[in-house]
T-cell receptor, first 113, second 116 residues
Framework: DAKTTQPNSMESNEEEPVHLPCNHSTISGTDYIHWYRQLPSQGPEYVIHGLTSNVNNRMASLAIAEDRKSSTLILHRATLRDAAVYYCILRDAGETSGSRLTFGEGTQLTVNP | DADVTQTPRNRITKTGKRIMLECSQT?????MYWYRQDPGLGLRLIYYSFDVKDINKGEISDGYSVSRQAQAKFSLSLESAIPNQTALYFC???????????????FGEGSRLTVL
């Protein structure tokens, strides 16, 4: 299975943008890029996903490199509530369930007031 | 109320005891999962179920068993708990994620198990 590489930790200031990188150099053409995050004392929650084009939703934006070997999750204005572990995960388009999602260590985001 | 509810949220037990962690969901999803989270190892899949009659082993099923009592209920059992099963356990659900559908995972809040 294709793997992802993320920094162990990042730090940001409140109300500033945050760019969380993810490398996935062995991504296949049918892999979607998913992001989940895990707030303290909670289970992971879905953030966003994409295939080739950049994506925006109410929580974040996802910028995908043209060669798809890397992507960046963008939080436009970090809040204290955004402090969490962020997971970048690849999921094959043919995968019909979450049974093959691999949650690695993710990036621990610290947001300073 | 949470869509995915786990009980108990915290449990301390002794080696050799039988433990059951329960999960119930109101999402109406067919697919349910049990994960284990350990520091430095991320989340690992223990068992998953696509419907009431379907049970599948995940990455680390040894020492665990599951029961899918109904569409909404999926229980994880440790028949004889051992200290290295001390971890944070998560239940999750999803709908069908194929044919272009998404199949987002919805997680419970976790059950912290300590085996002494």
């Amino acid at each position: 299975d294709a793997k992802t590489t993320q920094p162990n930790s990042m730090e940001s200031n409140e109300e500033e943008p945050v760019h969380l990188p993810c490398n996935h150099s062995t991504i296949s053409g049918t892999d979607y890029i998913h992001w989940y995050r895990q707030l303290p004392s909670q289970g992971p929650e879905y953030v966003i996903h994409g295939l080739t084009s950049n994506v925006n939703n109410r929580m974040a934006s996802l910028a995908i490199a043209e060669d798809r070997k890397s992507s960046t999750l963008i939080l436009h204005r970090a809040t204290l509530r955004d402090a969490a572990v962020y997971y970048c995960i690849l999921r094959d388009a043919g995968e019909t369930s979450g049974s093959r999602l691999t949650f690695g260590e993710g990036t621990q985001l610290t947001v300073n007031p | 109320d949470a869509d995915v509810t786990q009980t108990p949220r915290n449990r301390i037990t002794k080696t050799g005891k039988r433990i059951m962690l329960e999960c119930s969901q109101t999402k109406g999803h067919d697919r349910m999962y049990w994960y284990r989270q350990d520091p430095g190892l991320g989340l690992r899949l223990i068992y998953y179920s696509f419907d009431v009659k379907d049970i599948n082993k995940g990455e680390i099923s040894d020492g665990y068993s599951v029961s899918r009592q109904a569409q909404a209920k999926f229980s994880l059992s440790l028949e004889s708990a051992i200290p290295n099963q001390t971890a944070l356990y998560f239940c999750a659900t999803s709908d069908f994620g194929g044919r272009g559908l998404f199949g987002e995972l919805f997680f419970g809040e976790g059950s912290r198990l300590t085996v002494l």
